[in-house]
């Protein structure tokens, strides 16, 4: 069997969204600090949106640690990036766990220090309030928002 984990993030590295999504499976269930909870098409259309937001810019994906057996899987990942919203750069290191069924992801939960990525991407406000439960569900309710209109021009 093919590592479904290294394709993944290969394909993240090289920003073909469609190699990532066809690594999912169609019942997905995704989660990390950023998103909060997204599962089926709105997982993959995430991946889509962010990496045509990384096109022709300073992005790039580092993976090792990848473990895999038939249903379980894990790996360290790290992105490097410019934050568009302030243009300060972000270096986020990531744990993932991965579920796997029928050769695709079935489960894909993102593990990062939200507080430490909020200092680098907003700066000092980023480092007053990047930890609270407050700055979270800002965060999560902005990025949903920018995916449902991402996926409106999907249609």
């Not at 473990?67 to 986020?92: C, I, M």
């Amino acid at each position: 069997m093919d590592n479904i984990i290294h394709k993944f993030y290969t394909a993240f590295n090289n920003l073909d969204a469609e190699g990532m999504v066809a690594c999912y499976h169609d019942d997905v269930y995704f989660k990390d600090p950023a998103f909060g909870v997204l599962t089926g098409i709105k997982a993959k259309n995430m991946w889509r949106m962010l990496v045509e937001s990384q096109k022709n810019k300073d992005f790039s994906v580092y993976f090792d640690s990848i473990k895999l057996d038939n249903e379980k899987g894990s790996a360290h990942w790290e992105a490097k990036y410019t934050f568009s919203q302030t243009g300060r750069p972000v270096h986020n290191i990531m744990e993932a766990n991965f579920e796997i069924k029928e050769g695709q992801i079935i489960k894909h939960v993102d593990h990062f220090n939200l507080h430490r990525w909020a200092k680098q991407a907003f700066g000092f406000k980023g480092a007053l309030i990047g930890g609270t439960g407050y700055f979270k569900n800002k965060l999560q309710q902005r990025t949903n928002k920018l995916l449902a209109q991402y996926e409106k021009k999907l249609k």
